[in-house]
């Protein structure tokens, strides 16, 4: 039953990525420990399709007429018994000892055969109609892989509009005091200190709490850095160049006067940082001209940190565009930064790439 300030969508959503979250924390003391496996049965394959059964399972038990988009299908699970059968034990040992939290889960699946059914729900087209969640299981691949930083990610669109938000990182630490430098969170362990969920529903602002095994704890208003000079910035970009141009996002912060070295981090976890005045920018620059967004990869990350006070544009300062179906189609590009210097994050950036073009 959908409710109209969204508080049970938000419960459903925390208690859903949290448990996923654990699960892929057990692939990785499993099956990962660093490895850079990356075959059909690596662990961020296990990890992936584990996590969005568990979350989508979830979602179909409270809110089964909502939409899903969601990043894997069975198919290779159907085609892979093996593969399969290891992902079903996973899922079926991930059980969170609080009752309440179990209950209001749904359960366990009854049976693999279901599981592979609940892994397929993830098929709508999204869209600009509707309530339809986006679902990336494991985001972050190589920073999974490594032990360094991913994020599970879940967000609620209704009318092709974020309402809420939920981001699980396990590595990161759990303060929102600690600064952000690029070997927080490098090593994967099972810290008190470690694990933090972010979350943001629509006009109610966002929050942090730590990860538990249990209930939910208790969560903190969060808020980007009060920056009023963009030179004393601290920017995150992505680690891996194939996803952003590394090379314009070190002349921009040139142009900017910003000196200190750029962050690079894999996942939503940068979003879930700046937002909690960590960091300050966040610049996924394009890389070539048809190179499209994916709408889970986003979602959480861009509501998260427009509740704590920031702005999230695209290269050109449109506001992203969640409503045309799986993809960012209309936007190019992911500049997040405060309010305070967005407008001349956004002067700086256009005067970058379109330099560019004119060569």
């Known amino acids: 039953m959908a409710t109209s300030n969204y508080s049970r969508e938000l419960d459903i959503a925390l208690l859903a990525v949290q448990r996923a979250t654990l699960l892929t924390k057990s692939v990785f003391h499993s099956h990962a420990k660093g490895t850079l496996n990356k075959s059909d049965a690596s662990p961020v394959t296990i990890g992936d399709f584990g996590a969005q059964a568990l979350i989508i399972s979830a979602l179909q038990h409270n809110f089964p007429e909502d939409e899903i988009v969601a990043e894997e299908e069975a198919k290779d699970l159907r085609e892979n018994t093996q593969l399969r059968d290891t992902v079903w034990n996973l899922v079926k040992d991930t059980i969170l000892p609080h009752e309440q939290s179990q209950s209001a889960l749904g359960g366990s699946l009854p049976s693999a055969e279901r599981m592979l059914d609940i892994i397929d ?7 600009a109609k509707g309530r339809i969640w986006a679902i990336d299981p494991i985001d972050g691949t190589k920073g999974f892989l490594r032990g360094g930083q991913y994020a599970v990610c879940l967000a609620l669109m209704v009318d092709g509009d974020v309402k809420v938000g939920v981001l699980g990182c396990p590595n990161l630490p759990v303060s929102d005091s600690e600064p952000l430098s690029e070997n927080i969170g490098a090593d994967a362990t099972d810290d008190e200190r470690k694990g933090v969920l972010f979350s943001a529903v629509q006009g109610q602002g966002a929050h942090s709490r730590p990860m538990s095994t249990g209930k939910l704890a208790e969560g903190q208003s969060i808020h980007m850095s009060p920056l009023s000079n963009v030179s004393d910035a601290t920017f995150c970009e992505s680690v891996e160049a194939a996803h952003s141009s590394q090379g314009d996002a070190a002349n921009i912060a040139k142009k900017l006067g910003i000196t200190k070295p750029s962050v690079r981090m894999d996942s939503q976890a940068k979003y879930g940082s700046i937002a909690r005045g ?4 966040y610049l996924r620059l394009p890389v070539r001209a048809d190179y499209v967004e994916k709408i889970w990869d986003h979602a959480a990350g861009d509501l998260i940190v427009r509740e704590a006070g920031g702005e999230v544009t695209d290269a050109e300062s449109n506001r992203l565009d969640f409503s045309h179906g799986r993809t960012l189609l ?13 407008g001349k994050v956004i002067e700086v950036v256009k005067e970058v790439l379109g330099s560019k073009s004119k060569v």
């Open 121 to 127: 729900k993830g098929d709508s087209k999204g869209g």
């Open 278 to 281: 960590a960091g300050d920018l």
């Open 330 to 342: 209309r936007n190019k590009g992911v500049i997040a930064a405060p309010k305070s210097v967005h």
